[in-house]
Each structure stands twice: as structure tokens, then as C-alpha cells.
């Protein structure tokens, strides 16, 4: 996997964007980023992945820098409930995906 | 629906007592592993399963065994060689083929008496 390097934790403002930034500066060219989210005491739910090309769905937008070295995961307007533990991830293939500490985001009215 | 049941979800055991943790999902996936978390921490990889009958350690096996005699099912047996088995168990499944997303239960918490 190549190394991921998240900010500890954020915070944002209820109905405004969260911007939440990774650093995957060893990422390889055939190498996915994906997102995550943990609300606590919950499992993991997938969240958006994208490989070159800024990505966007239901719950989320991704951009990729053009070098891939580092990524921005953007929750439009953000609630309450979008406080969580936001994991990026760049596995390098195969099935051993592993889990950093992630950024903890803190939503508040 | 679709997804990954996992049981119990909390779970107390003596000092010295092995447990099963059973995790059984209708997604179709092959592939299957088993976390654990720790308070605070991200997760970290226990065993994973790409095919029925073979499985591979991850970076944290000893003390845990596993077997996948059925696609749909993948437990994990925590035995009493795990010095600090108190922590959150997630179990999680993929495709493996096309991007791997894995798709999470919702844990099982054990706690040693």
C-alpha cells in the first residue's frame, strides 16, 4: 500500500464544506485512493475512490492533484451526522488493504 | 438486503477461554477479512480470505485462527493465545475483481473478564 498522511483532526461548520486533505505522495500509477468513513462504534462505509479523474456521488466529491500525489475528499454541506473518522486509502493491489488513523471530523451547529 | 451480518455483537470472555466470532455475508463476494480495533486507532489486518479454503495472515494472526469452508461464511476464533484480546472486531468482504471495495459489518465487541 502506498503510505497515506492524514490530519489527526478537523473541524466544520454545519452547511458548509468539508475539505478533508491526504497526502499519498508515493502512490504508484495503477494505484486506487479511496475514502472511507467510521461514525463511532459502527463499521466502516465506503465512501468514493477514483484513480485519475476528480470524482463525484451522492455522498461526495474527490479530487486528485494532476501528479496524484495528494487528494481532497469534499462533503458539499456538511451535518451533524458527517462527523466521523474519514479513512484514505491506496492500496497497492491484492487484498491487504490496510487502515491508518484516519482524519476525525467534528461538525458543529 | 445484501450485506455482512456479524455475532455476536458484543461478547465476554474469561482469561484462558477461546471465542468465536461468526461473520456471514449474501453479497457473493470472494473475497473476506477479519480487524481489529482498538480504541482510538485504525484498523488492523487479522486474516483474509480470497476463495473458499484459502486464507492468508495479516499482520496481526497470532493468537487468532480462521477457516472458509463456505463462501458466505469466514468466523474467527480468538484463542487464549491472544495475550489482549479486548477490542473491536470488523468483518469485511470484496469483489476481486474490479475495484476492491470492501463492504464492513457492524463489529463485534469483545471484552476479557
Known amino acids: 500500500d502506498a503510505k497515506t498522511t492524514q490530519p489527526t483532526s478537523m473541524d466544520c461548520a454545519e452547511g458548509r464544506a468539508a475539505n478533508l486533505p491526504c497526502n499519498h505522495s508515493?502512490?504508484?500509477?495503477?494505484?486506487?485512493v479511496y475514502w472511507y468513513r467510521q461514525i463511532h462504534s459502527q463499521g466502516p462505509q465506503y465512501i468514493i475512490h477514483?484513480?485519475?479523474n476528480n470524482e463525484t456521488n451522492e455522498m461526495a466529491s474527490l479530487i486528485i492533484t494532476e501528479d496524484r500525489k495528494s487528494s481532497t475528499l469534499i462533503l458539499p454541506h456538511a451535518t451533524l451526522r458527517d462527523t466521523a473518522v474519514y479513512y484514505c486509502?491506496?492500496?497497492?493491489?491484492?487484498?491487504?488493504?490496510?487502515f491508518g488513523a484516519g482524519t476525525r471530523l467534528f461538525v458543529k451547529a | 438486503d445484501g450485506g455482512i451480518t456479524q455475532s455476536p455483537k458484543y461478547l465476554f470472555r474469561k482469561e484462558g477461554q477461546n471465542v468465536t466470532l461468526s461473520c456471514e455475508q449474501n453479497l457473493n463476494h470472494d473475497a473476506m477479512y477479519w480487524y481489529r480495533q482498538d480504541p482510538g486507532q485504525g484498523l488492523r489486518l487479522i486474516y483474509y480470505s480470497q476463495i473458499v479454503n484459502d486464507f492468508q495472515k495479516g499482520d496481526i494472526a497470532e493468537g487468532y485462527s480462521v477457516s472458509r469452508e463456505k463462501k458466505e461464511s469466514f468466523p474467527l476464533t480468538v484463542t487464549s493465545a491472544q495475550k489482549n484480546p479486548t477490542a473491536f472486531y470488523l468483518c469485511a468482504s470484496s469483489q476481486v475483481s474490479g475495484a476492491n471495495v470492501l463492504t464492513f459489518g457492524a463489529g463485534s465487541r469483545l471484552t476479557v473478564l
Open positions: 486509502i491506496a492500496p497497492a493491489g491484492g487484498f491487504k488493504t490496510i
Open positions: 508515493t502512490i504508484s500509477g495503477n494505484e486506487y
Open positions: 477514483g484513480l485519475k
